[in-house]
C-alpha cells in the first residue's frame, strides 16, 4: 500500500515569489493534515481536513497561506507571497480518522524543504 | 492549551543498553498518544499509538506506556542499536472543543547510540 505522497521534496525560491505544495494521502482516509516544522522543533498543525471540510486552520496564516483539498482526497497548501521567515519543513500527514470515539494513527509523507532567499 | 514537553532534548547511550525516553503534556482530556521516529530529512514514522483506554502498547524492542492522570508517558527501548538512532517525537490528540481531534507534538529527543 503506498503511503502519504509529497511533492516537490525541495523547493528554493526567491522571498514575495508563490510556491505551492502537493499531498496525496493515504487511499481511503478522511483526515488530512499540514503541518510545518521548523528545525529542532516538533510539527506544528496549520490546517486539519475531515474530508473536503477545513475543520482547524486557526494555526494557518490566512493572509498568506491558502489550502484546498478539493473532492476529499488530494490537497494542496499554497504560499503566496513568499517570506524569509516561512522556510520550513512542510509536512502533510493523513489518518483514516474518528471510528468508534477513537482517534486513529497519523501517517506522515516525506515532507517538502522550503527555502526563501 | 495543551503543551507537551520531551526531555531531555538529548541523549546518548552504549549501544545494548535499555533507555527511557520521556513525554509529559498539560492536559489529560486526550484521545490517544503516539510515538513517532524522525530521521535526519525524513518524515515521521510511526511507532506505537496508545488510545487513552490503555495503558500501555508493545512493538518488538519498544514499550510506551500512558499515564493520563499523571500527564506522562515514556517510551522504552530495550538492548538499544546504532540504527536506533533518531529523534523521537511524541504527539497527543486533543479530545474536547475547538481542539477536538488536534495533535499537539513535543520538539523530541535526538538519541543517539554508540556502537
Known amino acids: 500500500e503506498a503511503g502519504v505522497v509529497q511533492s516537490p521534496r525541495y523547493k528554493i525560491i526567491e522571498k514575495k515569489q508563490p510556491v505551492a505544495f502537493w499531498c496525496n494521502p493515504i487511499s481511503g482516509h478522511n483526515t488530512l493534515y499540514w503541518y510545518l516544522q521548523n528545525l529542532g522543533q516538533g510539527p506544528e498543525l496549520l490546517i486539519r481536513?475531515?474530508?473536503?471540510?477545513?475543520?482547524?486552520d486557526s494555526q494557518l496564516p490566512k493572509d498568506r497561506f491558502s489550502a484546498e483539498r478539493l473532492k476529499g482526497v488530494d490537497s494542496t497548501l499554497k504560499i503566496q507571497p513568499a517570506e524569509l521567515g516561512d522556510s520550513a519543513v512542510y509536512l502533510c500527514?493523513?489518518?483514516?480518522?474518528?471510528?468508534?470515539?477513537?482517534?486513529?494513527?497519523?501517517?506522515f509523507g516525506p515532507g517538502t524543504r522550503l527555502t526563501v532567499l | 492549551k495543551q503543551e507537551v514537553t520531551q526531555i531531555p532534548a538529548a541523549l546518548s547511550v552504549p549501544e545494548g543498553e535499555n533507555l527511557v525516553l520521556n513525554c509529559s503534556f498539560t492536559?489529560?482530556?486526550?484521545?490517544?498518544l503516539q510515538w513517532f521516529r524522525q530521521d535526519p530529512g525524513k518524515g515521521l514514522t510511526s511507532l506505537l499509538l496508545i488510545q487513552s483506554s490503555q495503558r500501555e502498547q508493545t512493538s518488538g524492542r519498544l514499550n510506551a506506556s500512558l499515564d493520563k492522570s499523571s500527564g506522562r508517558s515514556t517510551l522504552y527501548i530495550a538492548a538499544s542499536q546504532p540504527g536506533d538512532s533518531a529523534t523521537y517525537l511524541c504527539?497527543?490528540?486533543?479530545?474536547?472543543?475547538?481542539?477536538?481531534?488536534?495533535?499537539?507534538f513535543g520538539d523530541g529527543t535526538t538519541l543517539t547510540v554508540k556502537p
Open positions: 481536513y475531515e474530508n473536503e471540510e477545513a475543520v482547524d
Open positions: 500527514a493523513s489518518s483514516p480518522g474518528l471510528a468508534g470515539g477513537f482517534y486513529n494513527e497519523q501517517f
Open positions: 492536559d489529560s482530556a486526550i484521545y490517544n
Open positions: 504527539a497527543v490528540a486533543s479530545k474536547y472543543n475547538t481542539n477536538a481531534g488536534k495533535s499537539t
